[in-house]
Structure formats: structure tokens, C-alpha cells
């Protein structure tokens, strides 16, 4: 199987038809074993105690914000450069997605703050960095719904994201930069200069369990995306069919219907 | 009559073309060639993609397949350089003046030439309003226009700018029976001196050397993007 | 290059002619301006501390007020068909159309900046640094503001979208703007460093906001 046959809708579909329950069970099984070794197997800080385990869900879910992004602008490249209906369906699932894993970042990062800092909110450069980058998926978000032709929504959004990846990287270097002005950079870095081995496997586990929560959550939303838009495709065409009683008598002028 | 450009004849040569508009297929396997001194009379109902044939050709909608040639044109560019598309729209800005808003799109478009095809040489500003009969508002805010007379003031960035395709979407709606006769008077002696007239319209015009299109709906279901015959292609089988 | 002076001059006259024109930015402004005392208290030390942030975000507001209407009348007239199909590039439709808006409504907002600021209380160092700097970032912002307009230039009410998904963008060009603005001395590294990242935020913007925005444009006609 070529990629211009996974390129094929219908066949995409049987694809994700016949790997999706796979996923599923590596993703439940990843989560479990990456939970337990979480909960479980990793050492309480002695600094932070209990709270430290938050980390074991913030930082894959930031690492998933920033994938998800990267696999936007993939797919935006893919619909300006080669025109391709699905990689505007990839493009248009990746935004929820990636939206939902910034927002989980932001409440993991502000409810492990509190204990740590005091309070639940501080203009760090990385939490300001991802209140941006949610900003940045819901304004995409709300682009996708504000123009109904989706074919002219997923050019518009691809334009707007690729700007918006070369900028999330300005906006980066430029908050870190404005961060580090108005504070003293005494302000605790969540992973210190080496993390143990005893922290770093839960980590990965729970990294890995994440990334293939995304491939499901993904591939999910693609197909609901296709659906919709085949469900479009058969209301135009019910809007573009002629009565009955007419068709039979003036077969050639049946309208085309709405454009 | 004065004539300009290179001697060349020009030929619109149209193969295959299709064109996907909101993820429908709007036209499919449109065929057609037409050259210098003529005119192609495009005819179909209602939401045939009479409109989407013109917008393609003058590339303001990217066609899905086929090709548009301009055979004779200037090589370097494109169909729509070489072309006047008279829309719907009269692309008129109501605070500016009559002259104001001509003297833009003569400024804006010269030099407009690029050989190939004869054209008729441009008129002045004054007196391409002069021929349409509004000369008399030059100074006025074109937002006093009737809307006659703002198609009028349109029709004549035609005569101000030589190109020698035309490609005219209903040319004749919102005017009266005189500014019609006097359109197709204009529009006959474009396609005389040698001028290029495509034109969507679902009443007769009267012009010489016509050629007709008739466009018929699509109706093959393949031509939806993403249309499977129905969702049971993914719930088939074993559901 | 005469159809460039020509766009040029037509969209400045139609800038100011629609809607009030310049006067409309400027007074948006000075509301903006006024309405921060009453937020934060007729405190003039405080306020001349953050004097220069105020008329950052104010200039910053005023510019994405306006933005909306950059193409949008262009494409309810039907004139953005003909812009496109002109075979003129329309990279620099877009850049001289940005010019004449700024023209017509971010130098009036740079000019007006050396009076709101006697508002806020700044010293004559921080004014001249406060203009300078919105001198050099204000294009920036329309430039970046295009990329918005041109996006949502096929929506009916587009403005308030347009003002999200500018506003994360416009980010950088405000940090390094008020940074350099407040830095207080003009021969410092502290003012040096931030305007010259504004500077280059500026080229940056040249370069990608007619891009973006004429390939935004070029998706309209569809």
C-alpha cells in the first residue's frame, strides 16, 4: 500500500477501520502500565511529596500540545502544496485535540503550581508561552467554523497556522526573553538539572501512552471528519436532484442545485 | 476603425476542464475553443457553473483538471492578463468620482497590451463615458450612480484598457433596453476588430460570429469530494 | 511603477474618506488611553511606570480596529477580482495597500502618541522613546494584522476573529516594543536590543505578511 492510496478517503477509512482497535489496546495498556509505575513504582519527591506525580501528566500533555501543533502544520503543508481533501481533515482534527492537550497542561501546570508556588497562576515563560498556543488553537478552531466551504477553510487555516508555527517560535524565544527582563530567573524549573532513572521511566511510559492517545484520538476524529463531510456531500446531492415529476419530463434541465 | 497590437489571431483553446467549488464538482470535461473575432456563448440553467467557467478562466478559481491555453497570447502570461472579466460586481467605490474611479483601473492596468490579438485602441476616460452615455456625471461621486449607470461606468473599463478577451458574466442585467443595444453594439465591434468574447448568459444575444456552449449539470455521483455511495463503507460488513 | 504610486494614493484617499478616517483611530486611542486612570487609579507615578505599556496596547488596539475593512470592501465592490486577476503582483497590492493604511492611520496614531503620553505622565526621554518605538512597530502590527484580514476576509463579521487570531501574533512586537520603550536611556543595551529585535520583527513582517495575505486573497475568489 503507497501513500497515495492511504491518500484515498474510502480507503483511508477501511484502514483506520482494521488498526484503530489495535491502538486502542496499546493505548489502554500503555496508560495502565504507565499509571501504575507512576502511582506506584515512582518515588515521592522529597521536596514536593505526593504532588511531584502531577508532573507524570503535565509534561507528556505539553509535549502533545506542541505535537499536535507540529502535525497541523504538516498537514497544512499538505493541503496548500499538494491540494489533498485529507490532509484538511487531518489539519481540522488536529486542532481539538491539540487545544484539549494545552488546556490539560495549563490546569495540570496551575493545580501543581499552587503547591509549589503559592499560587495557582504565574506569568512563567512557559505557562504564558502555552496560554498563548491556546489562544492560537482556539482562534484556528473558530476560523474552521466561521467558513462553511471546507475546502476554502482548510487553505485559510493553513495559511494562518504555517505563520503561526514561524511565530510560535518568535513567541517563544520572545517570552523567555521578557520572562527572564521582569523576573530573577531563580523560578523552580519543574525538572531539575538530572532526573533519575526511577523518575525517567514512568515518564516515558506515560510520554508513550500519550502519544498513542493522540494516534487514537486522531485517527478517530479524522473519520468523524470524513463522515460529515460525506454526509455534506449526500445532502448537496439530495438538494441537487430534481423532483420526481419534473425529472422524467425535462431530464436535461435538471438543476444543479446550490452552489 | 484603429487597430493595434500584433497581427497575430489569438485562440482560447479549453480541454478537459473541471472545477470543484465547495467540495462539489461544479463543471467536468468542459471542451471548447474559440478564437480571435469571435464569440463563445455560454448557456446552461441556473447553477450550472456557467459563472464558475468564466472565474477560471479568469483564474479566480483554481480549476481541478484540464488545461486553459491561450494560443498566440503572450507567452510569459497568463489567461487572465490577457483578459477583462466583467462580473457581478461593478468593483466601483462610491466616494470616489465617476473619473476617479475610471482613471484607477486605466492607471492600474497600463500597459495592458502584451500583443497577440487585435485590439480596438483605447478611448479616453471622457470619452468611453461619453459613448455609454454618462459622461455627465465624470465629477460626481460614482455612489449618486443609478444602478444602470454603475454598470455603465463599469463597461467602461473595457474601453479605457485594451485586452483583447472579454469575458462578460449576464453582461446585459440591470440595464435598460437603450445601454443593452449600445453594449452589444461594443461588444460586436470588440469581437470585429479581431477581440476574444466569451460571455455566460441565458438570453439571446444578438452578436456575430457566435459560437455556443451549452453547459450541462453534473450529475455522475463520483464528482462529490468524499462521496462514497453511502457510510456503509465504513460500517459494512461485520456491523 | 505609476500603478503602484496610483493604488497607493487611492487607498489612502479612500482610508481617509471611509468612516472618519484617521480621526476615528486616533480618538479610539485616546478612549483607550483614558479609560486606564480610571482602572488603575489617578496615581501619576504608577501611571507614568506604566505609561509606556498603555500606549502600546492603546496604538495596538486602535490598528486591529481598523484592520477588518483592509480587504473586505475590496471584496464586496468585486475590485479585489480585479486586483487579483490584474497580473500585477499581488504580494505588492498587499504591501502598498498595508502602506497606505498605515499612512492613513498608524502615523497619525505615532503622531498623536507625544500628546496622550502628557497623559500618563512619561518625562521627555520616555516620550521620544515611546513615538520612536511605535514609529518602527506600528507597521509591524499592520503588517501582521494583514495576514488576519486577509483570512477572514470572505466573513461578514470578521473583526472580532480577526483580533484573536492577531492578537498571539502581535505578542513578540509588543514584549520588544514596551521593552525598548522603557528601557529609559536611548545609548543603552537595554533599549538597543529590544529595538533592534523590533526592527527585525518589522522586516520580518514585510516578508510575511503580503505573502500570507495574498495567498489568503488568492483562496477568496473561490
Same mark, same amino acid.
Given at each position: 500500500?503507497?501513500?497515495?492510496?492511504?491518500?484515498?478517503?474510502?480507503?483511508?477509512?477501511?484502514?483506520?477501520?482494521?488498526?484503530?482497535?489495535?491502538?486502542?489496546?496499546?493505548?489502554?495498556?500503555?496508560?495502565?502500565?504507565?499509571?501504575?509505575?507512576?502511582?506506584?513504582?515512582?518515588?515521592?519527591?522529597?521536596?514536593?511529596?505526593?504532588?511531584?506525580?502531577?508532573?507524570?501528566?503535565?509534561?507528556?500533555?505539553?509535549?502533545?500540545?506542541?505535537?499536535?501543533?507540529?502535525?497541523?502544520?504538516?498537514?497544512?503543508?499538505?493541503?496548500?502544496?499538494?491540494?489533498?481533501?485529507?490532509?484538511?481533515?487531518?489539519?481540522?482534527?488536529?486542532?481539538?485535540?491539540?487545544?484539549?492537550?494545552?488546556?490539560?497542561?495549563?490546569?495540570?501546570?496551575?493545580?501543581?503550581?499552587?503547591?509549589?508556588?503559592?499560587?495557582?497562576?504565574?506569568?512563567?515563560?512557559?505557562?504564558?508561552?502555552?496560554?498563548?498556543?491556546?489562544?492560537?488553537?482556539?482562534?484556528?478552531?473558530?476560523?474552521?467554523?466561521?467558513?462553511?466551504?471546507?475546502?476554502?477553510?482548510?487553505?485559510?487555516?493553513?495559511?494562518?497556522?504555517?505563520?503561526?508555527?514561524?511565530?510560535?517560535?518568535?513567541?517563544?524565544?520572545?517570552?523567555?526573553?521578557?520572562?527572564?527582563?521582569?523576573?530573577?530567573?531563580?523560578?523552580?524549573?519543574?525538572?531539575?538539572?538530572?532526573?533519575?532513572?526511577?523518575?525517567?521511566?514512568?515518564?516515558?511510559?506515560?510520554?508513550?501512552?500519550?502519544?498513542?492517545?493522540?494516534?487514537?484520538?486522531?485517527?478517530?476524529?479524522?473519520?468523524?471528519?470524513?463522515?460529515?463531510?460525506?454526509?455534506?456531500?449526500?445532502?448537496?446531492?439530495?438538494?441537487?436532484?430534481?423532483?420526481?415529476?419534473?425529472?422524467?419530463?425535462?431530464?436535461?434541465?435538471?438543476?444543479?442545485?446550490?452552489? | 476603425?484603429?487597430?493595434?497590437?500584433?497581427?497575430?489571431?489569438?485562440?482560447?483553446?479549453?480541454?478537459?476542464?473541471?472545477?470543484?467549488?465547495?467540495?462539489?464538482?461544479?463543471?467536468?470535461?468542459?471542451?471548447?475553443?474559440?478564437?480571435?473575432?469571435?464569440?463563445?456563448?455560454?448557456?446552461?440553467?441556473?447553477?450550472?457553473?456557467?459563472?464558475?467557467?468564466?472565474?477560471?478562466?479568469?483564474?479566480?478559481?483554481?480549476?481541478?483538471?484540464?488545461?486553459?491555453?491561450?494560443?498566440?497570447?503572450?507567452?510569459?502570461?497568463?489567461?487572465?492578463?490577457?483578459?477583462?472579466?466583467?462580473?457581478?460586481?461593478?468593483?466601483?467605490?462610491?466616494?470616489?468620482?465617476?473619473?476617479?474611479?475610471?482613471?484607477?483601473?486605466?492607471?492600474?492596468?497600463?500597459?495592458?497590451?502584451?500583443?497577440?490579438?487585435?485590439?480596438?485602441?483605447?478611448?479616453?476616460?471622457?470619452?468611453?463615458?461619453?459613448?455609454?452615455?454618462?459622461?455627465?456625471?465624470?465629477?460626481?461621486?460614482?455612489?449618486?450612480?443609478?444602478?444602470?449607470?454603475?454598470?455603465?461606468?463599469?463597461?467602461?473599463?473595457?474601453?479605457?484598457?485594451?485586452?483583447?478577451?472579454?469575458?462578460?458574466?449576464?453582461?446585459?442585467?440591470?440595464?435598460?433596453?437603450?445601454?443593452?443595444?449600445?453594449?452589444?453594439?461594443?461588444?460586436?465591434?470588440?469581437?470585429?476588430?479581431?477581440?476574444?468574447?466569451?460571455?455566460?448568459?441565458?438570453?439571446?444575444?444578438?452578436?456575430?460570429?457566435?459560437?455556443?456552449?451549452?453547459?450541462?449539470?453534473?450529475?455522475?455521483?463520483?464528482?462529490?469530494?468524499?462521496?462514497?455511495?453511502?457510510?456503509?463503507?465504513?460500517?459494512?460488513?461485520?456491523? | 511603477?505609476?500603478?503602484?504610486?496610483?493604488?497607493?494614493?487611492?487607498?489612502?484617499?479612500?482610508?481617509?474618506?471611509?468612516?472618519?478616517?484617521?480621526?476615528?483611530?486616533?480618538?479610539?486611542?485616546?478612549?483607550?488611553?483614558?479609560?486606564?486612570?480610571?482602572?488603575?487609579?489617578?496615581?501619576?507615578?504608577?501611571?507614568?511606570?506604566?505609561?509606556?505599556?498603555?500606549?502600546?496596547?492603546?496604538?495596538?488596539?486602535?490598528?486591529?480596529?481598523?484592520?477588518?475593512?483592509?480587504?473586505?470592501?475590496?471584496?464586496?465592490?468585486?475590485?479585489?477580482?480585479?486586483?487579483?486577476?490584474? !497580473?500585477?503582483?499581488?504580494?505588492? +497590492? &498587499? *504591501?502598498?495597500?498595508?502602506?497606505?493604511?498605515?499612512? #492613513?492611520?498608524? @502615523?497619525? $496614531? /505615532?503622531?498623536?502618541?507625544?500628546?496622550?503620553?502628557?497623559?500618563? !505622565?512619561?518625562?521627555?526621554?520616555? +516620550? &521620544? *522613546?515611546?513615538?520612536?518605538?511605535?514609529?518602527?512597530? #506600528?507597521?509591524? @502590527?499592520? $503588517? /501582521?494584522?494583514?495576514?488576519?484580514?486577509?483570512?477572514?476576509?470572505?466573513?461578514?463579521?470578521?473583526?472580532?476573529?480577526?483580533?484573536?487570531?492577531?492578537?498571539?501574533?502581535?505578542?513578540?512586537?509588543?514584549?520588544?516594543? /514596551?521593552?525598548?520603550?522603557?528601557?529609559?536611556?536611548?545609548?543603552?543595551?537595554?533599549?538597543?536590543?529590544?529595538?533592534?529585535?523590533?526592527?527585525?520583527?518589522?522586516?520580518?513582517?514585510?516578508?510575511?505578511?503580503?505573502?500570507?495575505?495574498?495567498?489568503?486573497?488568492?483562496?477568496?475568489?473561490?
Amino acid at each position: 500500500m503507497t501513500l497515495y492510496d492511504l491518500a484515498n478517503p474510502t480507503r483511508f477509512l477501511k484502514l483506520v477501520k482494521a488498526v484503530l482497535p489495535w491502538i486502542i489496546v496499546a493505548t489502554v495498556a500503555a496508560f495502565a502500565v504507565g499509571l501504575y509505575f507512576a502511582f506506584f513504582v515512582a518515588p515521592e519527591d522529597y521536596q514536593q511529596g505526593q504532588t511531584v506525580r502531577i508532573m507524570f501528566v503535565h509534561v507528556p500533555a505539553a509535549q502533545l500540545a506542541l505535537m499536535c501543533y507540529a502535525m497541523m502544520a504538516l498537514s497544512s503543508i499538505g493541503s496548500l502544496v499538494w491540494k489533498h481533501p485529507l490532509a484538511d481533515v487531518s489539519a481540522k482534527a488536529s486542532a481539538p485535540i491539540g487545544a484539549a492537550f494545552t488546556f490539560l497542561a495549563l490546569f495540570s501546570g496551575a493545580v501543581w503550581g499552587k503547591p509549589m508556588w503559592g499560587t495557582f497562576w504565574v506569568w512563567d515563560a512557559r505557562l504564558t508561552s502555552f496560554l498563548v498556543l491556546l489562544i492560537m488553537y482556539l482562534g484556528i478552531i473558530a476560523l474552521w467554523k466561521a467558513i462553511e466551504d471546507p475546502i476554502k477553510a482548510a487553505k485559510v487555516n493553513a495559511i494562518i497556522t504555517l505563520v503561526g508555527m514561524i511565530n510560535v517560535i518568535i513567541i517563544k524565544f520572545s517570552v523567555e526573553w521578557w520572562n527572564t527582563l521582569h523576573q530573577p530567573p531563580s523560578i523552580i524549573r519543574a525538572d531539575g538539572p538530572a532526573i533519575h532513572s526511577s523518575i525517567l521511566i514512568p515518564l516515558g511510559l506515560m510520554a508513550l501512552a500519550f502519544v498513542l492517545l493522540f494516534v487514537t484520538l486522531h485517527l478517530m476524529s479524522m473519520r468523524n471528519e470524513i463522515m460529515r463531510r460525506r454526509i455534506r456531500a449526500m445532502r448537496m446531492r439530495a438538494a441537487s436532484v430534481a423532483p420526481a415529476a419534473s425529472s422524467s419530463t425535462v431530464t436535461k434541465a435538471a438543476p444543479a442545485g446550490a452552489r | 476603425m484603429v487597430v493595434s497590437g500584433a497581427m497575430t489571431q489569438l485562440k482560447l483553446v479549453c480541454l478537459s476542464v473541471a472545477c470543484d467549488r465547495g467540495g462539489r464538482r461544479v463543471l467536468n470535461h468542459v471542451d471548447f475553443e474559440v478564437g480571435s473575432g469571435e464569440a463563445l456563448i455560454v448557456q446552461g440553467p441556473n447553477g450550472v457553473g456557467k459563472s464558475s467557467l468564466l472565474r477560471v478562466i479568469a483564474g479566480l478559481v483554481a480549476k481541478a483538471n484540464g488545461t486553459i491555453e491561450l494560443e498566440g497570447g503572450v507567452h510569459e502570461r497568463s489567461v487572465a492578463e490577457h483578459s477583462h472579466y466583467f462580473g457581478h460586481l461593478d468593483a466601483l467605490k462610491p466616494l470616489q468620482s465617476v473619473l476617479e474611479n475610471l482613471s484607477f483601473w486605466r492607471d492600474f492596468f497600463e500597459p495592458a497590451v502584451f500583443g497577440g490579438g487585435k485590439v480596438r485602441e483605447s478611448m479616453s476616460e471622457l470619452e468611453a463615458l461619453d459613448t455609454l452615455g454618462i459622461a455627465h456625471t465624470a465629477s460626481l461621486p460614482a455612489g449618486y450612480l443609478s444602478a444602470g449607470q454603475r454598470r455603465r461606468l463599469s463597461v467602461a473599463r473595457l474601453l479605457v484598457v485594451p485586452r483583447p478577451i472579454w469575458l462578460l458574466d449576464e453582461p446585459t442585467s440591470a440595464l435598460d433596453k437603450a445601454s443593452e443595444d449600445v453594449l452589444l453594439e461594443l461588444i460586436a465591434e470588440h469581437i470585429q476588430v479581431g477581440g476574444l468574447v466569451v460571455a455566460a448568459t441565458h438570453l439571446p444575444l444578438n452578436l456575430p460570429n457566435t459560437r455556443f456552449l451549452k453547459l450541462l449539470p453534473v450529475t455522475s455521483e463520483s464528482e462529490y469530494m468524499f462521496a462514497g455511495t453511502d457510510l456503509d463503507d465504513y460500517f459494512d460488513e461485520d456491523e | 511603477m505609476n500603478w503602484m504610486k496610483v493604488l497607493f494614493i487611492r487607498e489612502y484617499q479612500l482610508a481617509n474618506r471611509v468612516g472618519g478616517g484617521a480621526l476615528i483611530g486616533v480618538l479610539f486611542f485616546l478612549a483607550v488611553v483614558t479609560i486606564f486612570p480610571f482602572g488603575v487609579g489617578p496615581d501619576m507615578i504608577l501611571l507614568s511606570r506604566i505609561g509606556a505599556a498603555i500606549l502600546w496596547i492603546g496604538a495596538l488596539l486602535a490598528t486591529l480596529l481598523g484592520l477588518d475593512r483592509l480587504f473586505q470592501a475590496d471584496r464586496e465592490d468585486g475590485s479585489l477580482e480585479l486586483l487579483v486577476m490584474s !497580473g500585477r503582483s499581488l504580494e505588492l +497590492v &498587499v *504591501l502598498i495597500k498595508c502602506a497606505a493604511h498605515w499612512a #492613513a492611520t498608524g @502615523l497619525p $496614531l /505615532v503622531l498623536a502618541t507625544p500628546i496622550l503620553s502628557l497623559f500618563v !505622565g512619561l518625562d521627555f526621554r520616555s +516620550v &521620544v *522613546l515611546v513615538t520612536l518605538t511605535l514609529l518602527v512597530g #506600528a507597521p509591524a @502590527l499592520t $503588517l /501582521v494584522g494583514a495576514v488576519g484580514a486577509g483570512v477572514t476576509v470572505s466573513m461578514r463579521r470578521g473583526g472580532v476573529l480577526l483580533s484573536i487570531l492577531v492578537i498571539p501574533l502581535a505578542i513578540p512586537i509588543l514584549i520588544f516594543g /514596551v521593552s525598548a520603550a522603557t528601557a529609559g536611556a536611548i545609548d543603552s543595551n537595554n533599549f538597543f536590543v529590544p529595538f533592534l529585535f523590533l526592527c527585525a520583527l518589522t522586516l520580518f513582517g514585510l516578508v510575511v505578511g503580503p505573502l500570507a495575505a495574498a495567498a489568503a486573497l488568492r483562496v477568496s475568489g473561490d
